[in-house]
């Protein structure tokens, strides 16, 4: 496979990605602003939307090739959870640093940051936060693992094929 066809993949699985947990982020950020504008405050996050999705994809692409489970392979449901898991620890972490940051002129510091956080209305930020990203990666995983089993095309194949008919169990 040349150089520009392994680019071109690579930029089309990164788009793809992309998009996916663009419209997860875009949909928290509408109910953001549809929540804050009851109280008449004013969000402005596209571009941390966007910023978001983009380093979310990338890094949930490169995870996706490293192995979880040691060298005896384990159920699908087991593989899902565990990279939900693991991608949701480093969200939390993130976030919370993120958070101690933006509020360390507050607190006197970063570390009084972090300690404050727990009290401070930014827990629920993260919380929501955190839920919502639940919802991206456990989706995100588990459709990587029907991909396996079905193919590439497979689920669109289900999703666009008519509903067959359900046969009526006639006793007799």
Known sequence: MSIGAK???ELKSLSLTALYFLVWF??????KVLMLHEYK???YGA????????????AVLLLENVPLTGSKPSPA????LLRTILYLAGVF?????????EARHE????LPAIKGLAGSADRYHIWVNIICMFGAIFFFNLGSVIKVFLGEKGIWKILLAP????KKNIKE
């Open 77 to 80: 449901i087991v593989e899902v």
């Open 93 to 101: 972490i993130i976030l919370v640093l993120e958070k101690s940051f």
């Open 41 to 43: 405050l004013e969000f």
């Open 163 to 166: 509903v067959p008919e359900k």
């Open 47 to 58: 571009t941390m939307v966007i910023v978001g999705a983009l380093i979310a994809a990338k």
């Open 26 to 31: 875009g949909a928290l950020m509408v109910l």
């Open 107 to 110: 607190y006197g510091g970063f």
């Open 7 to 9: 680019l071109f993949k």
